[in-house]
């Protein structure tokens, strides 16, 4: 064990070294100024929790000797027990510890719950969305985060090198004019719209910023790496069943959502409906695809389509090249709600958020018909820079964090 904590306080004095990304995502200061004993962050891959999690470890106030990241995927992890290894950290003066890719543990719930139990060490974690870590009994012990896709927000003040303000869903739907006014002002060119495209097509993941030429092989390699790595190794689906979940993202990636039914999609996938379903789930936690439900179906037993939307707009340019304009404009305003509020679609309108508010996604022409005299209902509308009364703007959805 004392070979293992040597080689594993080398390894971190060599991260160490490596130069860190100056931009701190919107989570940092919540994680790094966390009280809890044990703070997880989980999320998608490419996403920046390894990132995030060395940021946070670098500005904490302990000395360099009484820290320590470990990743454990390293094979040494795979020999020795976690919480014998933190132990040994800790009675040699160790006071916080950054465990990367918990979930490559097989029963990190069970180690991570002996470090609670029995040492007073500080920890942070991160793991996959693929593992079940969140579930109830981890957000009664611990601090959890989930850290998503980079926000348009996110994506400006890396692009232009600004610092813009996030706002609430009420703050834009109530006070859009004002908002987008300010924040269209702040840009140098004025041109939001122009920035907007270019988020939608590559600019959810951070490490667009490290090689711009090669971001969608990246995201690719990304899509490749969750389906035979994590879903196989993590979730144990056979190998065999990776090319079902492929057709199964290029059906989505080229339909639209409402002509999706489960039975179709399962006879172009050449699969069972409960093995649909059960993929369907595998995608959702491994932040590849959204599952939205027909509001009214939670309460009985309706016969109506579901709607699967892919995770990112980004992911579209990685997966086939012909898309609907209107599943990516909805696809934006999924991806920029789902973690944040419940959203689901009824039966008018695209989407109904926190059983209240009510959506039509469209074009710059989109008008009210659809949800014409319903309380809280609201057009959102690509290809404008400013609203107008309960007309929103696209892009201004990607200022909610």
């Not at 996959?128 to 012990?141: G, L, Q």
Request: a neutral charge.
């Amino acid at each position: 064990m004392k070979t293992i904590l040597e080689n594993s306080k080398r390894l971190y004095r060599l991260k160490r070294n490596q130069i860190l990304p100056l931009y701190q995502r919107f989570l940092f200061d919540s994680i790094k100024n966390s009280k809890a004993k044990i703070t997880g962050l989980y999320g998608g891959r490419g996403v920046g929790k390894t990132t995030l999690l060395l940021q946070v470890l670098k500005e904490l106030d302990f000395k360099e000797e009484e820290k320590l990241y470990i990743s454990c995927d390293h094979p040494m992890f795979q020999e020795v027990s976690l919480f014998d290894f933190v132990d040994e950290f800790s009675k040699f003066g160790g006071e916080v510890i950054v465990i990367d890719e918990i979930h490559k543990i097989e029963d990190f719930q069970i180690q991570i719950k002996m470090i609670y139990d029995f040492l007073s060490i500080k920890v942070y974690f991160s793991g996959s969305s693929a593992v079940e870590i969140t579930n109830a009994d981890f957000s009664r012990r611990y601090s959890m985060y989930h850290l998503p896709i980079l926000s348009l927000r996110e994506f400006l003040e890396l692009t232009k090198q600004l610092s813009l303000s996030s706002y609430s869903l009420e703050e834009i739907l109530f006070n859009h004019e004002n908002i987008a006014h300010k924040i269209i002002d702040s840009l140098n060119d004025k041109k939001i719209l122009k920035h907007f495209q270019q988020f939608i097509n590559v600019g959810v993941y951070p490490f667009y910023f490290e090689d711009e030429s090669r971001y969608i092989d990246r995201v690719h390699e990304n899509i490749n790496t969750i389906l035979y790595t994590d879903l196989v190794n993590v979730v144990k689906i056979d190998a065999s069943k990776i090319e079902s979940l492929k057709r199964l993202l290029l059906s989505i990636c080229v339909s639209n959502p409402l002509e999706i039914t489960m039975e179709k999609l399962a006879k172009t996938v050449g699969i069972t409906k409960p093995t649909l379903y059960k993929y369907i789930s595998y995608l959702g936690r491994a932040e590849l695809l959204h599952h939205i439900v027909f509001d009214a179906k939670r309460f009985q037993n309706l016969q109506k389509p579901d709607k699967l939307y892919l995770n990112n707009t980004n992911l579209f340019n990685a997966l086939c090249i012909n898309s609907n304009i209107g599943t990516i404009r909805e696809t934006f305003f999924v991806s920029m709600l789902y973690k944040q509020r419940l959203v689901n679609y009824a039966t008018r309108g695209d989407f109904l958020i926190d059983e209240k508010y009510t959506f039509e996604v469209g074009g710059k022409n989109k008008g009210f018909k659809q949800i014409k005299d319903l309380p809280n209902s609201f057009v959102v509308a690509d290809d404008i820079e400013i609203g107008s009364g309960n007309k929103i703007p696209l892009w201004l959805f990607g200022f909610l964090y």
